[in-house]
Each structure stands twice: as C-alpha cells, then as structure tokens.
C-alpha cells in the first residue's frame, strides 16, 4: 500500500547485532504504531506515536528495543542487541480516526526478520 | 479471558457456501470495531468496519451486537479467492486509535 512504506523488506542478521527497521509514512495519519506479528502470539501491539510522541510503550518486550519519530515522514524501531526470540514480522501501520480519511489501520508490507 | 476472541479456525468450505465468523470482545466501553483480511506472508488489509446499524459490502455483511459484545462477518457465495485470514479489531477510543486484534480466523475455500 502506497500509505505507509517499510524497510527492509527482509533481514537476516546474527544475534548480538542491532537492527534497525525503518518505516516512512507517506499518507496523512493521525498516529503511527508498531506491531509485532509470530504463529505463536499473533498481532502484538509494540508501541504507537500520536503527532510524533510515544504515547504507549507498554508492549516493547524490554530494554533491548527502542523506538523513535523524529518527524511525521519518519519512524524507526530498534533492537540492539537482537535475539533468536525477536525473529518475526515487524508491522508499521497508520492509524486514522473516523473523522479523517482512510478510516481505520494501514498497513505497511512489513519486515520479516531472522536472528540466527 | 482475552480481551478479543475469535472463533477458532480453520474453516474449510467449498465454493458458494455461506461462512459466519463470530468475534467477542470483553470491553463494554469499546467505540471501534473492524474486520480486517490478511493473506499468508502479507500485510493486513481492511476489510470493512463495523457499524451498530450493520453493514454490506456485496457478498460480506458485518454486524455489532453490544448488547452481548460481539461482532461477526457473514461472506456469502464464498469465492477461491477468499481463502485468508480473517481478523477482527476492536478500539476502545476511537481517537486515540489502540486497539486490540483477534487472533484470526483462517478460511479456506475450496473447489
């Protein structure tokens, strides 16, 4: 979907290395939320930014991952060092509410991750 | 007890069948509510929302029951292509945007 762009789309990294996943906007949104997606545990809310603020981090499994927006174009989503456990499909979607346009989530293509 | 569940899948029917998915959610206060389609190794993809009137998009029906907390998806003459992942998504402040997600439930449509 051409709302919200992710990179990379894949990645493969050794354990101990910090990732960085990138996602860029290209719509207009009222917020901006990570998502986390494996068999085992399904659609796992990470963290979500409302005009470029986090504003619920609860769900960032521990101090290994960070999250920032420095602007409304740009998100990334840190893990440093990274773990076998982290492997799974990373989601960027936007999010507006029923009084703007394109109401409701948008998706980005994500990004597969593998930490071997 | 989650916050939303779905009926537990799979559902395999065969082409034309009529298929209901069921989705109950434990927050009275929730505002929001929405099905979402997700195909294997893609992103999710709205499907339609849901409105306590009720909703019809060709052969999908959505409805909101607050009453008892649940929503459901009704897809008639159901199409190969329709074989995914069905999720459903509840929010709670609709301006804010956190929501909750099903688990999923996976159709499958066969010949």
């Known amino acids: 979907d051409a709302g919200v762009i992710q990179s990379p789309r894949h990645e493969v990294t050794e354990m101990g290395q910090e990732v960085t996943l990138r996602c860029k906007p290209i719509?207009?949104?009222?917020?901006l939320f990570w998502y986390r997606q494996t068999m085992m545990r399904g659609l796992e809310l990470l963290i979500y930014?409302?005009?470029?603020?986090?504003?619920?981090d609860s769900g960032m499994p521990e101090d290994r991952f960070s999250a920032k927006m420095p602007n409304a174009s740009f998100s990334t989503l840190k893990i440093q060092p990274s773990e076998p456990r982290d492997s799974a499909v990373y989601f960027c979607?936007?999010?507006?509410?029923?009084?703007?346009?394109?109401?409701?989530?948008?998706f980005g293509s994500g990004t597969r991750l593998t930490v071997v | 007890r989650k916050e939303v569940e779905q009926d537990p899948g799979p559902f395999n029917v065969p082409e034309g069948a009529t298929v209901a998915f069921n989705c109950t959610y434990s927050?009275?206060?929730?505002?929001?509510f929405f099905w979402y389609r997700q195909d294997c190794r893609k992103e999710p993809k709205l499907l339609m929302s849901?409105?306590?009137s009720g909703n019809e998009d060709g052969r999908f029906t959505a409805q909101l029951n607050r009453a008892s907390q649940y929503i459901s998806l009704l897809i008639r003459d159901s199409k190969l292509s329709d074989s995914a992942t069905y999720l459903c998504?509840?929010?709670?402040?609709?301006?804010?945007?956190?929501?909750?997600f099903g688990d999923g439930t996976t159709l499958t449509v066969k010949p």
């Open positions: 979607a936007l999010y507006n509410p029923g009084w703007m346009t394109n109401y409701g989530y948008t």
């Open positions: 719509s207009g949104h009222n917020s």
């Open positions: 930014f409302n005009n470029n603020v986090p504003i619920d």
């Open positions: 927050n009275s206060a929730s505002q929001s």
């Open positions: 849901v409105y306590s």
């Open positions: 998504v509840v929010i709670v402040n609709t301006n804010a945007g956190k929501s909750t």
